[in-house]
Each structure stands twice: as C-alpha cells, then as structure tokens.
C-alpha cells in the first residue's frame, strides 16, 4: 500500500543503483593502482629494484582521472536517490493527507490530532531516508562486502581467514543492537506523537492557558512529555555509541592480522609490500562497509516503524462509507428521523433515543434543549458526520446511507458550533461555501448574515487576512462570516448549530428576518439555546435527556411543555435581572 508510489519512480533509483555502482567500483581498483605504484613505481620489483617514475607518474594520473569519475558518479547517485526519495515521500504526504480529509470524525478521534501530524511529517521524513538510504548505501555496502572480500582474498588466500573471523562479530553486534533498539522506535515515535499534541493543545489554546494563569503548568506538562522523548531517543543513542568503538576494535585487530600475515608473505616473497597496503584499505573498506550497513539497519528499521504507522492511515477504513448513490427523488429539502437512536463509537451507551421527526421543504424546525441533551450530536446525523445506531434518517425521502457522502453534503449547508475560519482572506473564507460565486453573491451573503458592515470597516475590506482560526476577528464577527460561508452555498438545508451564540439580540434578530424573507425555499434546522432564537421558528422540538418530548410551536409549547416553560421563565428571569 505503500511502496506502490515508489514504482513510478523506479528509473532514479535504477540510476542511483548504477552511479553508485561505478562510484564504488572507482574505490576498489585504487588500492591496486596504489599496489602498482608502491611495488613497481617507487620500490621497482619488477625494474631490479630501482624506482620507476613514469608508472608513479602514469598511474597517479589514471588514478586521479579515475577519482573525478567517481566523484560525478557519487554525485549523480545522490542526486537521483534524493529525487527518488523526495516525490516518493511527497506522494506518500499528499496521499495520507487526502485520506485524513476523508476521515470520519471517530477516526480522527481514533488516531489524534498530534500524532496525525506526526506521521505526515515526521514518518514520511523517516520513510524518505529510508528509501534514499537503501538505494544508496545498501548498494554500497553490499557491493564493498562482496567484491572487496574477493579482491582480499585474490591477493591471498590467508587474508580471507581475517574476514571469517571477523565478520561474524560485526554481525552479532549489528544482530544485538538492533534487537535491543527495534521496540524504542515504534515507543518514540509514540513519544513524538504526544509531544506534538500538547504543543497542539497550548497553541489552540492560549487563550484559555492565559486567562487561567496556566503557563507554568502546560509548561511543566510539555516539559514532562519532552523529558520521555529525550529518554526515549537517550536509550536508542546510548544503544547505538555500542556499536562503533566495538566496529573500532574488530577494524584494527583485522588490521593488525592482515599486516602481521603480509609481512610473513612478504618474507617469503609471496607477495610485495604495496599488495599488503591494499589488503589493508580492502579491508578497511569491507568492515566500513558493515559498519555503514549497521546505521542503515537501524534507519531502516525506524523508517518500517514510520511505515507502519503510515499504512495505518493509508488503510483505514471509515466507518462512514458510499452508499450506491442516487439519481432521482420526489422530495426536495426534507429531513426525516425515523425512530433514530443513538451512541458514540466504542461508548456503548446512546445519547438519543428513538426520535421520529419530519421536516418538509422550507419549514424552520428549532431543536432547544439543556446543555449535553443531544442536540448537536442529532444534527450531526443528518450529513453522516456519525452514523445512526438504529433507526434511519432520511434526506429528500430517502436514506442518508444510500446517498455517496459528496452527493449528500452538496444538499446541505452547516454552521457549526464553533467557527472555523481558516488563515487566508475574509473572501475566500466565505467562499468555501461556493468557490465559483460572484462578487455579488458573496456580498449578499454577507448582508444576509449581518456580516457586511463590520467586513467594509476592516483595513482591506473582503480582503482582510485572517489570522489563524480568526482570531484576529471577535467571536461575533467569526460567526457571522462563517454564517455567510453557509448561506453563499444555497443548500436545499441549512442548518445552524448554534451558531448564533456570540450575536446580540439586535443582529440575531436581523439575521432570523433574512432567513425568513430571503431564504423561504430553503429548509432551516437551528441548534439553539436562547428562546429568542427559535421562537419564530414554524415548530420547536424540545429535547430531554436523548429525546423529544414535544414539538410544537412556540405558542404552544409555552401551554403545554414543562421543560419549555422552565427554560423561558429562566431565561426571562435573567434577562430581567440584567436589565434590573
């Protein structure tokens, strides 16, 4: 599921393999033209004795030409592995990031806003060095530890003795290390998971940290959270400082044995001073090459951690699915809950209970209850944010399941609770409602929402930044823009979910006669919990405890609804108490 977006990438790291392979092939024919310019330039064993500079002189050329080739080679090598790493980690970026944008509400839930970033930045960072690095080194590696022990063992057959005995305990070392560090990393990246969401947490919510006196404590908390990740990352380091002082030792004892049988050999005349200095650089370049191989293994091992928390996302299934899609309907506008209950993922335990509700075209159904009843959460239905546990809601007759989630949600426009407003201009805020609208449309939908005014005040008018969430805008003025937003979309339904909350009585009362004056053929569902914002509506259903225990209209209600009155009467008690 992952590597699948390597395969279009297959000729750069054809290209890298092959650079590499002539980079690494340059490195080992030096030390046997550095053998021929020791043996036979300088001490002249084949000249009786007598040093030959023009094969010093011929030879070094050939090597420095040879060296130049090499390094364009090693150059071009990491020039194709990094572009193959990068489109392959940008694609893989893109791809889990277009699949969090499909997420259900209870996946996001599932996985978390901080560790969700993490694996698209943090993961996909692991993944690129990964790929780059097994394109690469591993060519590099491999190559050094096969054809550098052939060329070590054509100089003389005693020299690859020295390899079998030290191979091995490279090997148990690399074995060792990794098993030991293989668990930390799906535990630090974890670590890096939570760091990133209490950093999330505290930017979101200044404010709140602010206006509490709270910076010492979310200070203390992240410093606890960065504590566990330093630890973490402590343990791999420490793991991992095993492995090269113990390489170390291997390296030079191998050194040492390979010069202590070479100067036997040379003794005997087997074979020359300058073939015992290139035994040794082979060899050197051999157990470099394992020692490399060790880091690579421990990136590769981090970087299939990364892969598996990738693929998570890449294969996660939302339990909000297509449905076949549908053509035609004979209703238009209407919502319809039909004995609907329901309960959170994984709580068990339902919030609303068996509610049957109708709401024909261009009708204003209010839903007002306590703080907690259910209101939003019996909203959140109707677009398939959640998926009912019993019972069925309907849209223009028919079953929100049956609908493919984009064909839904066109039908419907939705204020939240909470204002999103995104850090780009006040136009393009509202135009994400309708990315196509014309200037005259944004305006009136600004009028309508009681948003033009305050828009004509700001510095550059519709084309004001925004600061992150808005907050360079009061709450009153996020509402209103984001009402805007809704209404520029011209949806068979609308629905506001409380969304008028920071508005004063005077601008509410303006936005209500809009919708009523403007917005006839469209059906209107508001989430509310001040009786002035829903006693115009055409029925008012009142929800208590997960169900509706009248729906009537507001005349109505106040003769016949207990939970009704008591909420008017409160409400009026404390508007009187405030105009007193």
């Known amino acids: ?50 040093p030959n500079m023009s094969i010093v002189t011929g030879t070094g050329l050939k090597m420095i030409l040879i060296v130049i080739g090499g390094g364009i080679s090693g150059i071009l090598s990491a020039v194709f592995a990094n572009v193959c790493s990068q489109k392959f980690g940008n694609d893989i970026r893109k791809s889990a990031f277009e699949r969090i944008m499909h997420f259900s509400f209870s996946q996001t839930d599932d996985f978390s806003v901080g560790s969700l970033i993490t694996r698209t930045t943090n993961d996909v960072t692991q993944m690129e060095t990964m790929v780059a690095q097994i394109i690469r080194s591993c060519v590099r590696c491999i190559m050094f530890f096969i054809a550098g022990s052939i060329a070590l063992v054509s100089l003389a057959a005693d020299f690859g003795a020295v390899i079998a005995i030290a191979l091995p305990l490279i090997l148990l070392e690399i074995g060792f290390v990794l098993w030991k560090t293989n668990p930390l990393f799906q535990l630090l990246q974890s670590r890096i998971d939570h760091m990133n969401t209490v950093i999330q947490e505290n930017i979101a919510g200044a404010r709140v940290v602010k206006a509490f006196v709270q910076e010492d404590r979310e200070s203390n908390r992240f410093s606890k959270s960065n504590d566990d990740l330093v630890d973490t990352q402590f343990r791999v380091l420490i793991l991992m400082s095993y492995m090269r002082p113990v390489m170390n030792i291997v390296l030079n004892l191998a050194t040492i044995a390979i010069i202590y049988i070479g100067s036997l050999r040379v003794q005997d005349s087997s074979i020359a001073p300058g073939t015992v200095m290139a035994a ?33 996302i890449l294969t996660s299934e939302s339990p909000i699915a297509d449905g076949q899609g549908v053509t035609q309907t004979d209703e ?52 398939r944010f959640y998926d009912v546990t019993a019972g069925s809601v309907e849209v223009d007759g028919v079953n929100v399941k049956d609908y493919k989630l984009s064909e839904l949600r066109e039908k419907i426009s939705i204020v939240l609770q909470k204002s999103e407003l995104f850090s780009t201009t006040i136009r393009e805020n509202i135009l994400l409602g309708k990315p196509d609208a014309s200037e005259d449309e944004v305006h009136a939908a600004a009028l309508a929402a009681q948003a033009d005014d305050f828009i004509m005040q700001q510095p550059q008018q519709y084309d004001t930044p925004v600061a992150e969430s808005g907050m360079s805008l009061s709450g009153g003025q996020r509402q209103r823009i ?60 009142v929800l208590d405890n997960g169900t509706v225990i009248a729906c009537d209209s507001h005349e109505n209600l106040l003769q016949s609804c207990k939970v009704y009155q008591d909420i008017y009467a409160s409400q009026l008690k404390k508007e009187g108490e405030q105009n007193g």
């Open 1 to 50: 599921m992952v590597f699948k977006h390597l395969k279009k990438y297959w000729h750069f790291a054809l290209f890298a393999a092959i650079f590499m392979v002539l980079e690494v092939y340059v490195d080992l024919v030096q030390p046997r033209m550095m053998a021929e310019i020791v043996d036979n330039g300088i001490l002249g064993l084949n000249n009786n004795n007598l």
């Open 332 to 383: 238009v506008g209407t919502v319809t809950f039909k004995n609907v209950s329901f309960a959170f993922p994984d709580s068990g335990v339902n919030i609303l209970h068996d509610i049957s509700l109708h709401v024909g075209k261009g009708e204003t159904l209010a839903v007002i209850g306590e703080t907690g009843c259910g209101k939003s959460s019996l909203i959140h239905l109707i677009p």
């Open 280 to 312: 040794v650089t082979y060899l050197s370049q051999i157990l470099n090459g394992m020692m490399m191989l060790a880091m690579i293994f421990q990136n590769v091992t981090r970087g299939i951690t990364s892969t598996r928390r990738l693929k998570e």
């Open 482 to 541: 984001a009402i805007s937003r809704g209404l520029l979309k011209k949806a068979e339904i609308l629905i506001l979910d409380d969304s008028t909350s920071a508005l004063d009585f005077k601008t509410e009362a303006n936005l209500q006669n809009a919708l009523r004056t403007q917005y006839q053929d469209t059906t209107k569902i508001i989430i509310a919990q001040r009786i002035s914002s829903v006693q115009h509506a055409d029925r008012i259903a």
